[in-house]
């Protein structure tokens, strides 16, 4: 009889308990996938003029592409102009740290850009640049 209770405390005692690694792993995938910095598209290519003075900017959220036919682009999605300062409201609401960056097609007009310009500045981010090829 003592055997036998002698062989199911060896038992007992050889199982290993994977739940505390188990939360350690799946704590350290939530970390990683909360901090993973995923690469943004504002949803068209745009073919941008050259600029000798062009330096890349980091941080950079809030992509929004003016076509050759002054269409704005912003998250894939086609914006009307009126909506554009509600759309930037709404992703510096989201990540108040980022900036935006305006990708203008080399044919599309000055009108267009401004209007981006000032509904960014309207939604109240002032760090607005124009991206451009070096």
Same mark, same amino acid.
Request: proline share 2%; no cysteine; net charge negative.
């Given at each position: 009889?003592?055997?036998?209770?002698?062989?199911?405390?060896?038992?007992?005692?050889?199982?290993?308990?994977?739940?505390?690694?188990?939360?350690? !792993?799946?704590?350290?995938?939530?970390?990683?996938? #909360?901090?993973? /910095?995923?690469?943004? &598209?504002?949803? *068209?290519?745009?073919? %941008?003029?050259?600029?000798?003075?062009? !330096?890349?900017?980091?941080?950079?959220?809030?992509? #929004?592409?003016? /076509?050759?036919?002054? &269409?704005?682009? *912003?998250?894939?999605? %086609?914006?009307?102009?009126?909506?554009?300062?509600?759309?930037?409201?709404?992703?510096?609401?989201?990540?108040?740290?980022?900036?935006?960056?305006?990708?203008?097609?080399?044919?599309?007009?000055?009108?267009?850009?401004?209007?981006?310009?000032?509904?960014?500045?309207?939604?109240?981010?002032?760090?607005?640049?124009?991206?451009?090829?070096?």
């Amino acid at each position: 009889m003592k055997q036998h209770f002698q062989n199911l405390v060896d038992e007992e005692e050889a199982n290993i308990d994977l739940t505390p690694m188990l939360d350690v !792993v799946f704590i350290m995938l939530i970390f990683f996938i #909360v901090t993973a /910095s995923f690469v943004k &598209e504002s949803g *068209i290519d745009v073919n %941008r003029p050259e600029a000798a003075t062009a !330096v890349k900017k980091d941080r950079a959220n809030i992509l #929004v592409a003016i /076509s050759d036919t002054n &269409e704005i682009w *912003i998250n894939k999605r %086609r914006i009307d102009e009126r909506a554009v300062q509600a759309n930037i409201e709404r992703l510096y609401a989201e990540n108040p740290q980022g900036s935006v960056v305006i990708q203008a097609d080399k044919k599309a007009t000055t009108e267009t850009l401004i209007k981006v310009m000032d509904a960014s500045r309207a939604a109240g981010v002032y760090d607005v640049s124009i991206a451009a090829r070096e």
